[in-house]
């Protein structure tokens, strides 16, 4: 089983719609947890982190569901802007760097 | 402004040669990394850097060296040995292990 898994997509949607990205990890004592952007040919940006409480930063929203050990990604009222490559992010015990999943492409519509 | 700087963007490179990636970094962070991402992939760790005169193996280093003498830099070297170097390369940096880290714009490089 991966580290980190992500549905590949592409998830295409037209813009104003609302769309939902899932990942899960298989090291259950992982702390911290992340969601960065990536466009294409560019390097990963920092979307936001993921608190135990859920956090929200404008049009998205981030969960975490330890018990099931996934973190989720919200996305309202999608942008032409917001098409880009989504990479979970997590960290484990015993390693000290973070990893990556292989990330979910979405593709916002006029 | 801050920030992390790779440099080149793009290398080309002939088998047999070792070629070196810089990364800079003036964010004071402690922490680096170097990723490699192959297409339609992921990030994968070649090697981290917790601080300055320490480095550590991530899960691919083998036909990669790296060094930290400063704590603003860490070069990257893509030895003759790495038998499939074409890849994008990425720096990056935080301010210890395992918290949020930035990224520098990458480096393309081909054989």
């Known amino acids: 089983r991966k580290e980190v898994e992500q549905d590949p997509g592409p998830f295409n949607v037209p813009e104003g719609a609302t769309v939902a990205f899932n990942c899960t990890y298989s090291?259950?004592?992982?702390?911290?947890f992340f969601w960065y952007r990536q466009d294409c040919r560019k390097e990963p940006k920092l979307l936001m982190s993921?608190?135990?409480s859920g956090n929200e930063d404008g049009r998205f929203t981030a969960q975490l569901n330890r018990a099931s050990q996934y973190i989720s990604l919200l996305i309202r009222d999608s942008k032409l802007s917001d098409s880009a490559t989504y990479l979970c992010v997590v960290t484990q015990p015993g390693r000290r760097a973070l990893t990556f999943g292989s990330g979910t492409r979405l593709q916002v519509q006029p | 402004d801050g920030g992390i700087t790779q440099s080149p963007k793009y290398l080309f490179r002939k088998e047999g040669q070792n070629v070196t990636l810089s990364c800079e970094q003036n964010?004071?962070?402690?922490?680096m990394y170097w990723y490699r991402q192959d297409p339609g992939q992921g990030l994968r760790l070649i090697y981290y850097?917790?601080?300055?005169?320490?480095?550590q193996k991530g899960d691919i280093a083998e036909g990669y060296s790296v060094s930290r003498e400063k704590k603003e830099s860490f070069p990257l070297t893509v030895t003759s040995a790495q038998k499939n170097p074409t890849a994008f390369y990425l720096c990056?940096?935080?301010?210890?292990?395992?918290?949020?880290?930035?990224f520098g714009q990458g480096t393309r490089l081909t054989v």
């Open positions: 993921v608190y135990s």
């Open positions: 990056a940096s935080s301010i210890q292990v395992n918290t949020e880290a930035f």
């Open positions: 964010l004071n962070h402690d922490a």
């Open positions: 850097s917790q601080i300055v005169n320490d480095f």
């Open positions: 090291n259950s004592a992982s702390q911290s």
